[in-house]
């Protein structure tokens, strides 16, 4: 059982609309990130917060915005998205200097941009 | 060129097989090294950490060798439930991952 939920799991919207991804880890973890699942394309890794620093941004445009307002909560609020947008958006959560180190990740977010 | 490339597959092989995974890496530069598990529909999970000297879990084991840029994981005794993608992940350190495209394993009885 996940330590690291995702709401909604499924999302339609239109290139018009407003939506907003929730992630919540229930692991006391302090880096959370967002990653986004094309078909037959490798996890792309969109941000990551440290301690709810936001220490990366690999080039997401400027429709996909995160917010994390506690260590524990993690957003993606999504505006004017395009079709090739549709993809599975991945939660992930991780505890900074584990040893192993893992990543856990939520169910996901299937959205499809109409 | 790919940072983490794997053969897609699909692996097709009978239960009880013995199957195996190759991965290589671009970055020379790479710290850590990761076989992570995805089933249909489903998140990624972390299978097995990859050590310098090859570890084993199981059924399953794993090995690096950083000469040649090059991860495996050899599965013995295939079960039907080992049906799913298997992801190669590298990391230059600290939290970033870098995942391969996978490669697709079907169990069949």
């Known amino acids: 059982e996940t330590g690291v939920t995702q709401t909604p799991r499924h999302l339609v919207m239109g290139m018009t609309n407003k939506k907003s991804l929730k992630c919540e880890q229930h692991l006391g973890h302090n880096a959370m990130y967002w990653y986004k699942q094309s078909a037959k394309k490798p996890l792309e890794l969109m941000f990551v917060?440290?301690?709810?620093?936001?220490?990366e941004n690999n080039s997401v445009p400027s429709r996909f915005s995160p917010e994390c307002p506690n260590s524990s909560h993690l957003f993606l609020h999504l505006h004017t998205l395009q079709p090739e947008d549709s993809a599975l958006y991945l939660c992930?959560?991780?505890?900074?200097?584990?040893?192993?180190?893992?990543?856990?990740f939520g169910p996901g977010t299937r959205l499809t941009v109409t | 060129r790919k940072e983490v490339e794997q053969d897609p597959g699909p692996f097709n092989v009978p239960e009880g097989a013995t199957v195996a995974f190759n991965c290589t890496y671009s970055?020379?530069?790479?710290?850590?090294f990761f076989w992570y598990r995805q089933d249909c529909r489903k998140e990624p999970k972390l299978l097995m950490s990859?050590?310098?000297s090859g570890n084993e879990d199981g059924r399953f084991t794993a090995q690096l060798n950083r000469a040649s840029q090059y991860i495996s994981l050899l599965i013995r005794d295939s079960k039907l439930s080992d049906s799913a993608t298997y992801l190669c992940?590298?990391?230059?350190?600290?939290?970033?991952?870098?995942f391969g495209s996978g490669t697709r394993l079907l169990v069949r009885p």
């Open positions: 917060y440290n301690f709810k620093e936001q220490t």
């Open positions: 992940v590298v990391s230059l350190g600290g939290y970033k991952l870098i």
């Open positions: 990859v050590y310098s």
């Open positions: 970055n020379s530069a790479s710290q850590s």
């Open positions: 992930a959560s991780s505890q900074e200097q584990a040893d192993p180190y893992e990543q856990y």
